[in-house]
């Protein structure tokens, strides 16, 4: 069952935000032979269940054949567990900002620098030991029958391999929950119960980023594939292996440098739902102003990263206030000068995790009847997105990441509009990998590489990445001036 037509085959689980995606590759290769997606509520809390209905919906007969299989899921949500394993409320997302409050409080009452040096990032909203302190204090009744805490990608892993007594994670995931160190590699359960209470429920074991998790059970292999009953104890036993293999997963952002083999000198800027700017590096960060998170990755190393709440929903959030579709979009910004004619806009439109401004909204700034047109707007939405990153990369820089190129991924990188402003406003080449789902790719790859390793050989898979297009950088002052425009800006309303 591992191996069709002489190829091995693993498949990769993208459970984001907005959908499941799943993929199914070949094992040596990385070339994709089916995939499928399944959407999910659009809700900053969901009821775990709905992430289980998406997975089967979008593995519906694509699992036949496939020898091992990982999950990379959003970052930092909330999984709380009885101790039956009942999930005791719908899960918190990341971009759920009610604990914005909590995570303050955490971080004035410990301090930046003890939380820094601590985990490696500052809470924010989004990080689920904020989203423990909110619990404890506005749902007491349901945090005292928390008996575990999952992420969202630990939970899928957990159900996919029969709900085991002991969940795992693996350290790239572990690195957003506030309460594990990436630089000891250990929880910190001091600070779990500081923030819980007093209490520190159970944490799953974190795994080797080659390891596997378990197996997929027999008994919800019906309900992932038709293909699959009645095969699980057939060809794969033949092949030594009682089923298809899970490997530990990891988080979105951890799969996706995992998928685009990210090397030192590489910064991927990654333009979703939300936009994140992250690179590997050999040792760990410790940013006390809380701008860079200090992660790690999903292969032993670190990923020093920056998040912005607003990146791909700026450009359809302008498009619909202007009443044109994202190419009209594109060709409207195109035909404006750098800098809209002084049109700036500050993209806050669902607060901001980079600045930390959960209740900050959007701004423009500029406003005259001469920089009222529907071009000038469009460039201001195009510029605005990519300065926030690009203030994250300067970010990055102050930890001492070198950057040398730009990876521009996700949806927005297929704008023709984003792809002509990147390298001004970056200051360095842009490479632009060919359009693909890198969460689900990075899932599938480590998948590979566990299989691999349960083998004995303890190699990555050697996955090539495509490139579609380099965008030389011209050094001259137009970048400057956007990005000194959008920093004056911001000092001006926030004071940073």
Same mark, same amino acid.
């Given at each position: 069952?591992?191996n069709?037509?002489?190829?091995t ?15 199914v590759?070949?094992a ?15 809700a900053?809390?969901?009821d ?7 997975l ?17 899921a959003q ?12 999930v ?6 990341w ?8 995570a303050?409080?955490l ?15 500052v809470p924010v909203?989004?990080f689920?030991?904020a989203?423990l ?5 506005h ?26 007594d002991?969940?795992?994670?693996d350290?790239g ?5 506030g ?6 590699g250990d929880?910190?359960?001091d ?7 007093g209490r520190?429920p ?8 080659s390891?596997?998790?378990?197996e997929?059970?027999?008994?919800l292999s019906?309900e ?14 033949g ?5 298809i +293999?899970?490997?530990v %997963?990891?988080g979105?952002?951890m799969?996706?440098a !995992? &998928? /685009?083999?990210?090397? #030192? $000198? ?7 739902t ?6 590997v590096s050999?040792?760990?960060t410790a ?20 998040c ?7 450009l359809?959030a302008t +498009?619909?206030l202007? %009443?044109v579709?994202?190419?009209?979009l594109?060709? !409207? &910004? /195109?035909?404006a000068? #750098? $800098?809209a004619?002084?049109l ?8 901001e995790?980079?600045?930390n401004?959960?209740d ?5 700034f500029?406003?005259r009847?001469s ?13 605005g ?16 990441v070198?950057?040398r190129?730009?990876?521009l991924?996700?949806?927005a990188?297929r ?8 390298p ?12 693909a789902?890198?969460?689900?790719l ?13 083998s004995?050989?303890?190699r ?11 965008l ?17 800006a911001r000092?001006?309303?926030h004071?940073?």
């Open positions: 069952m591992g069709q037509g002489g190829r085959l693993v498949a990769g689980v993208d459970s984001s935000t907005q959908s499941t995606k799943v993929v590759c070949d040596e290769t990385g070339r994709i032979v089916r995939e499928g997606e399944a959407p999910h509520p659009d900053t809390e969901v775990p269940e709905r992430w289980w209905d998406a089967v919906t979008a593995s519906d007969g694509l699992l036949d054949g496939v020898a091992a299989l990982g999950v990379a970052q930092h949500g909330l999984v709380p567990l009885d101790d039956t394993g009942a005791v409320r719908p899960a918190l997302l971009n759920d900002t009610r604990s914005a409050r909590a303050a409080d971080v004035a009452e410990l301090g930046a620098e003890t939380w820094a040096e601590a985990v490696g990032s909203a989004s689920t030991v989203k302190r909110w619990m404890a204090e749902e007491p009744a349901a945090a005292d029958r928390v008996a575990r805490v999952l992420l969202p990608h630990d939970w899928l892993t957990w159900r996919l391999t029969g709900r085991p002991r969940p795992v994670t350290r995931d572990a690195s957003g929950t309460y594990w160190s990436p630089a000891t929880y910190r359960e600070l779990l119960r500081h923030a819980f209470g520190a159970a944490l799953p074991r974190v795994l080797a980023p390891a596997l998790s378990g997929l059970s027999s008994e019906s992932l594939s038709g293909e699959l009953s009645g095969e699980l104890s057939g060809d794969v036993a092949e030594g292996a009682d089923g +293999a899970v490997s %997963g990891t979105d952002n799969a996706a !995992l &998928a /685009l083999d990210v090397a #030192p $000198g590489d910064v991927v800027v990654s333009l979703g939300s936009g994140t700017v992250f690179a050999p040792s760990p940013d006390a102003t809380g701008a860079v998170a200090g992660f790690a990755d999903a292969t032993g190393r670190f990923l020093p990263l920056v912005t709440l607003n990146a791909a929903r700026v359809g +498009a619909r202007l %009443g579709d994202l190419d009209a594109d060709r !409207l &910004a /195109l035909a000068r #750098p $800098g004619d002084g700036v806009l500050l993209p806050y439109l669902d607060g995790r980079t600045p401004l959960p900050a909204s959007g701004t423009l500029g406003l009847r920089t009222m047109t529907p071009e000038n707007l469009a460039r201001a939405a195009v510029e997105m990519l300065c926030g990153l690009a203030a994250g990369l300067d970010a990055l820089r102050a930890e001492g070198v950057a190129r730009v990876l991924v996700g949806g990188a704008s023709r509009a984003v792809r002509a402003v990147a001004m406003i970056f200051g360095v080449p842009v490479a632009v990998p060919t359009p789902e890198y969460v689900a990075g899932a599938a790859r480590q998948a590979a590489w566990a299989l691999a390793a349960r004995g050989d303890a990555q898979p050697a996955w090539p990445v495509g490139i579609d297009e380099e030389d950088h011209v050094d001259d002052e137009a970048g400057q001036r956007v990005r000194g425009a959008y920093a004056a000092e001006a309303l004071g940073g």
